[in-house]
């Protein structure tokens, strides 16, 4: 196979650095291969184009070369010295070849791959990919790159290290409210109206049913796919019920699960666990549902501004996706497995999120769109402290205010915007 290499498509707009871009230049100093997983539009793309200098590119959204690399996979590595490959998951057997081609010849930073879909979820890529590459996540923008600064939230919450007032922290709610409805997809970002925004979403997914479902499964209802986002749009930060959800939309609950774990292979929606000191427990008790990206969220379940006023309780929701969103993206720079989960008990006491270092120090945070604070609002981050003893680290309420607060010991109130 001769294949010629094309060339990347031209960045609009300033470039925003990417906290990824200095972990990618470790690993392709040291791996043969490297693969950026994320979803689409998120900015892998622009993002491998800064290591494009001696690298060939060439992408498997060509559907010219889709076929000609799905017909002869082997010929097409092998013609390879060092190359980018963008959106490798559309043809997964090109992994086991560039595994071969690796094992031949293991200079690092062979090739750059990127892929739309978790592809260590999908059984027959995993196994190509063990021991050979480094995998790192990409996720939509974060509000630490969009403002250039350093994503230090974690090792903050560590440390308990809140100075009292920051300039960064003076946010006002429209600012604030403009920040999370926006989201961190490039483009949706460059939209000018909250209707161009929306329009934006509804092809986005449109785009991902009917081409990107088909490369990581194989199913028969995939219409039914954009009606259960937006019915997990509606219901995001619950406790996920199944059969519940499947009821709105004829579907069973085993169908729910499936679809739901196609959905989070394409980087729309988590499942978010439930924390327990018991580690097996963990994968009995019911999970949260939470998109990664706020500003999706917010247009499938279309919530505009004047909504966020009167209807509460779905601001409340689509602050809590965005949180989720910012810790999932700070989480994603780290070189440790953390953990991320929620608190309930058995008396409906709540934590909105658990954080859980490699050495099982606990971090918990609730979420709350109110400018003000009080005592009452610590309930669930005691119960969790109580139950965690020494391995708890710190708990925190982010709120709408502007200043650090200390609630106690290891307590605190922290402005939404320190994310």
């Not at 939230?153 to 809140?162: E, I, K, V």
Request: proline share 6%.
């Amino acid at each position: 196979m001769d294949t010629l290499p094309s060339k990347p498509p031209a960045v609009d707009g300033p470039l925003i650095t990417r906290h990824l871009a200095p972990v990618l230049r470790e690993s392709l100093a040291d791996t043969p291969a490297v693969l950026i997983n994320g979803p689409r539009q998120c900015g892998k793309t622009t993002l491998v184009q800064q290591f494009a200098g001696p690298l060939s590119y060439f992408t498997l959204d060509d559907p010219n070369l889709l076929a000609a690399v799905r017909q002869d996979p082997m010929g097409f590595a092998r013609q390879l010295d060092r190359a980018i490959i963008d959106e490798v998951q559309r043809a997964p057997e090109l992994l086991l070849a560039l595994k071969l081609v690796i094992d031949q010849d293991r200079r690092p930073g062979r090739f750059l791959l990127t892929g739309s879909a978790n592809l260590m979820a999908l059984p027959r890529i995993a196994d190509s990919l063990a021991g050979r590459m480094a995998l790192h996540t990409l996720l939509p923008l974060s509000q630490s790159e969009l403002q250039n600064r350093p994503n230090d939230f974690l090792q903050r919450a560590q440390a308990q290290d809140w100075a009292l007032s920051l300039p960064a922290w003076r946010v006002s709610p429209d600012d604030m409210l403009a920040r999370v409805l926006a989201g961190g997809y490039p483009e949706m970002r460059q939209r000018p109206t909250l209707a161009r925004r929306q329009a934006w979403a509804r092809a986005y997914i449109r785009t991902l049913v009917e081409r990107d479902v088909r490369d990581v499964a194989q199913i028969d209802q995939w219409q039914q796919l954009p009606q259960l986002l937006a019915v997990a749009a509606a219901h995001c930060g619950q406790l996920l019920n199944a059969a519940q959800t499947g009821g709105q939309l004829g579907l069973n609950s085993k169908t729910v699960d499936k679809y739901l774990g196609i959905l989070e292979k394409l980087f729309l929606v988590q499942r978010l666990p439930a924390w327990s000191r018991n580690e097996a427990g963990r994968l009995v008790k019911t999970p949260k549902l939470h998109f990664l990206d706020a500003g999706l969220q917010a247009s499938l379940s279309r919530l505009t501004p004047e909504l966020v006023f009167s209807q509460r309780e779905r601001w409340g929701a689509t602050l809590e996706t965005w949180v989720h969103g910012e810790l999932r993206k700070a989480l994603s720079l780290c070189t440790d497995d953390w953990y991320l989960s929620h608190f309930r008990d058995k008396d409906q006491v709540e934590v909105d999120f658990v954080i859980e270092s490699p050495l099982r120090r606990l971090i918990g945070i609730e979420v709350k769109a109110s400018a003000t604070v009080n005592a009452g609002d610590f309930k669930g981050l005691k119960k969790l402290q109580s139950l965690a003893g020494d391995s708890f680290t710190s708990g925190l309420v982010l709120y709408a205010g502007h200043q650090a607060l200390s609630f106690g010991k290891g307590l605190w109130a922290v402005p939404l915007a320190a994310l």
